[in-house]
C-alpha cells in the first residue's frame, strides 16, 4: 500500500503567537487583524501545520467554513468588548491588564457549563476529586491531566475554559490510584470516558497508565476516548513515533474482552477526505476499536442538511458509526454560533430522510444541558399548540430517561433555559 500524503509530517503546532503571521494568508485589513488578535486574546487559539497547509481555502476563508472553524473572527464576540481588547493591544498595554480585561469578559460567557462544576464533580469524604466527572450513572469521564490541550482547538469548544490559564476553571487529575479507587468502589459505573482537552495528545506510555489498571475491573465494560485527533491530527495513528505502540494498546482493551469506543469528533465533511484520515481510520479498527462520530451544529459551519447526509454517508462507508449531532452548549460564542431549536430539527430531519437505516444510528439534535442530555423529537401540533416534542435521552435521574415531554414553541429558543413547559407545571426532570 502506498503512503499516504503527508505521512511523514512533525507535528508543528500554532499559537497566539503566530497568529498575526498566519492571517497574512488571507485578505484581511490591518485592524480586522487586530480585532481576531482580540478575539484571540479571549478564545483560546491553538492549530497546527496540518490544518493550515491542508484544510483551509485560503484563496477564500471568510467562506470557507474550516476556516472559521479554527481562526477566531471580530463578530464572535460583542463589539464592545473587541473594542476595548483591540485598543489595549494598539496600544501595546502590558500583558497583566489585556489579561486582566480578557478575564472579564471570560467570566461573563458562562466557562462551565451544565452544572460540570457544582453538580457532576464526586467526593471522597468532603473532599471533591478534581478532573473527574459522574454525571450519569454508568459513566465517570476522567480529565487526565496531561490531555488538556489539543492538536488544534475549535472556535466553538464548549471546553474553552480548559485552554485559557485559568486554574480555578480547569479540570485535570494526573492521580491514577483516585481515579481507579472511585471507579473501584463504584460497581455501577460500566464506562469510562477519557477527555479533555483530547487524550491522544498524550504520549502511548501515558495513556497506557491510566488505561491498564481500568481493565483489572470486571464491572468496566467499555473504555471510550474522547478525540478530534482523527480530523486534525490523522498522523498521531500513521506515522507518529508511537502510533504503532498506540494501536497495539487499543487491541489489549479489545482483547481483555472489553469494547474500546473511540469517540470521534468530525465538524466537516472537509476533515474526512485526506487519505491519511481513511488509513487512520483503517488503522483504528483493525485493533478491534469501534469509531463512534459525533459533532455539534455549528451555525456558519455545519448548519446544512447535506453536509450532515454527507458526513454521515462517507462515515459509515469507512466504518464508523454516526453517534450524535448536539446542539451548541450555552457557553463561549454560543450567540455566534447557536441554531434555533426548531432549525436544528428541521436539519437534522432533513439529514436523516437522506440516508440509509445504517446510518440511523445517529441521535439529536441533542441538548447536553444540567439534567441530561435532552433531544429535539420535533416540532409538532397537540390541539390547537403548537410545541416542541422532547425526550431525554440520558439523565440525571435514570427514572426519566426515554420519557417524551413538551414545550411551548419559541422560534428565538437555542437551549433548554430559553423553554417553558407546555401541558404541565414543570419539566420532569425539574
Known amino acids: 500500500m502506498t503512503a499516504p500524503e503527508n505521512t511523514g ?66 463578530d464572535m464576540l460583542p463589539a464592545e468588548d473587541i473594542d476595548h481588547i483591540a485598543g489595549l493591544l494598539k496600544a501595546d498595554a502590558p500583558k497583566q491588564e489585556v489579561t486582566a480585561a480578557a478575564n472579564v469578559i471570560r467570566f461573563k460567557l458562562n466557562p462551565h457549563p451544565a452544572g460540570q462544576l457544582q453538580l457532576n464533580v464526586p467526593k471522597e469524604g468532603e473532599e471533591s476529586i478534581p478532573g473527574l466527572q459522574h454525571k450519569y450513572r454508568e459513566t465517570v469521564l476522567f480529565f487526565p491531566q496531561q490531555g488538556q490541550t489539543c492538536h488544534a482547538y475549535c472556535t466553538y469548544c464548549f471546553r474553552w475554559a480548559q485552554f485559557v490559564g485559568i486554574a480555578d476553571l480547569k479540570m485535570a487529575n494526573n492521580d491514577v490510584e483516585q481515579l481507579t479507587g472511585y471507579v ?139 453517534y450524535y449531532m448536539f446542539i451548541e452548549r450555552d457557553t463561549g460564542p454560543q450567540d455566534y454560533f447557536s441554531v434555533p431549536l426548531w432549525r436544528a430539527w428541521e436539519i437534522y430531519r432533513d439529514a436523516f430522510s437522506q440516508v440509509s437505516g445504517l446510518c440511523r444510528t445517529v441521535r439529536g439534535p441533542s441538548m447536553s444541558a444540567t439534567p441530561g442530555k435532552v433531544a429535539v423529537d420535533g416540532v409538532v401540533e ?18 426519566i430517561v426515554g420519557r417524551p415531554f413538551y414545550a411551548k414553541f419559541d422560534e428565538n429558543a437555542v437551549w433548554i433555559d430559553d423553554l417553558k413547559p407546555a401541558f404541565a407545571d414543570k419539566f420532569p426532570f425539574e
Open 9 to 74: 509530517r512533525r507535528f508543528h503546532a500554532y499559537t497566539i503567537r503566530h497568529l498575526e503571521e498566519l492571517l497574512q494568508r488571507a485578505p484581511l485589513t490591518e485592524d480586522q487583524r487586530l480585532r481576531t488578535r482580540a478575539v484571540a486574546s479571549v478564545l483560546p487559539f491553538r492549530t497546527n501545520a496540518y490544518v493550515v497547509d491542508e484544510l483551509i481555502d485560503w484563496e477564500r476563508p471568510f467562506e470557507d467554513p474550516m476556516f472559521r472553524l479554527v481562526f477566531p473572527t471580530e
Open 184 to 322: 473501584r468502589d463504584h460497581p455501577e459505573v460500566s464506562s469510562v470516558l477519557l477527555t479533555g482537552g483530547d487524550p491522544m495528545i498524550m504520549g502511548e506510555p501515558v495513556l497506557r497508565r491510566y488505561i491498564e489498571p481500568l481493565l483489572e475491573m470486571d464491572h468496566v465494560e467499555s473504555v471510550r476516548i474522547g478525540s478530534k485527533a482523527l480530523a486534525y491530527w490523522p498522523q498521531r495513528f500513521v506515522s507518529d513515533p508511537d502510533a504503532e505502540d498506540t494501536l497495539r494498546l487499543f487491541e489489549r482493551v479489545v482483547d481483555s474482552g472489553r469494547n474500546l469506543a473511540f469517540m470521534a469528533h468530525f465538524s466537516h465533511q472537509k476533515e474526512l477526505e485526506s487519505d491519511i484520515v481513511r488509513e487512520a481510520v483503517r488503522r483504528i479498527r483493525s485493533t478491534g476499536a469501534v469509531i463512534r462520530t459525533q459533532a455539534p451544529l455549528i451555525r456558519t459551519i455545519n448548519d446544512d442538511a447535506d453536509q450532515w447526509a454527507g458526513m454521515w454517508r462517507t462515515q459509515h462507508k469507512l466504518g464508523m458509526i454516526p
Open 382 to 399: 397537540i390541539g390547537e399548540e403548537k410545541v416542541f416534542s422532547l425526550r431525554m435521552l440520558q439523565a440525571r435521574n435514570p427514572g
